[in-house]
């Protein structure tokens, strides 16, 4: 099993930045790739960012309305899952989840999940 503890979201004004962390515990050496989700009010859940583990071999990738706006990285020494957010928008007002898929994901998808975290971005 993994946990997943999220934290850093808040308010920030249009063009703010915030960073949110994200500290994987448990059979951490099970996790294959961890992401960031996103969910606002009335939406689908979107793939914010992911990235392989030191183990994995994989790309980062990230969603197209956040490109150039958002850095996902992880700082191993620490054991932690970083989402950078710079020039935010409005748009980027959402729940953030973090997310962990595991070696034995049966379906690939995500397989752990944080409880999230709020960021409001004022215009």
């Known amino acids: 099993q993994v946990q997943l503890v999220e934290s850093g979201g808040g308010l920030v004004q249009a063009g703010g930045s915030l960073r949110l962390s994200c500290a994987p515990s448990?059979?951490?050496?099970?996790?294959?790739?961890m992401g960031w989700y996103r969910q606002a009010p009335g939406e689908q859940p979107e793939l914010v960012a992911d990235?392989?583990?030191?183990?994995?071999?994989?790309?980062?990738n990230y969603a197209d309305p956040v490109k150039g706006r958002f850095t996902i990285s992880r700082d191993d020494a620490k054991n932690t899952v970083y989402l950078q957010m710079n020039s935010l928008k409005p748009e980027d007002t959402a729940v953030y989840y973090c997310?962990?898929?595991?070696?034995?994901?049966?379906?690939?998808?995500?397989?752990?999940w944080g409880r999230g975290t709020q960021v409001t971005v004022s215009s």
């Open positions: 990235m392989p583990t030191v183990t994995s071999g994989g790309n980062t």
């Open positions: 448990g059979n951490i050496f099970s996790i294959k790739t």
């Open positions: 997310a962990a898929r595991s070696y034995e994901s049966s379906d690939g998808l995500f397989d752990y």
